[in-house]
């Protein structure tokens, strides 16, 4: 019953508020668990937008982006990549 519903959570996870992200980078991904933003987003920033790919589902985060605020989340979950993720290589995406 407990993987039941694991699984039940999981999918209204993605229809509601969620973002993938696939990446090869094992120093990031770590760096994530820790809650290491700064690293990350900051003083990584180069090597994360070169090495991962973020993807975001569901209606309640996209209705949020409509009128984007500072506390906006999602719940995330990272997939290992094998290194045949194609990003988007538009600089304003970036």
Do not use: S
């Not at 975001?56 to 982006?65: D, P, R």
């Amino acid at each position: 019953m407990r993987r039941e519903a694991d699984c039940v959570m999981r999918r209204r996870f993605f229809d509601e508020n969620a973002a993938l992200l696939v990446t090869t980078n094992l120093d990031l991904i770590d760096a994530l668990r820790r809650h290491a933003w700064l690293e990350v987003f900051v003083a990584q920033r180069d090597v994360f937008v070169r090495d991962c790919a973020v993807m975001l589902f569901g209606h309640a985060l996209m209705e949020k982006l409509v009128a984007p605020y500072k506390a906006i989340t999602a719940h995330m979950l990272v997939v290992p990549g094998n290194g045949c993720v194609q990003k988007p290589r538009d600089k304003h995406l970036a």
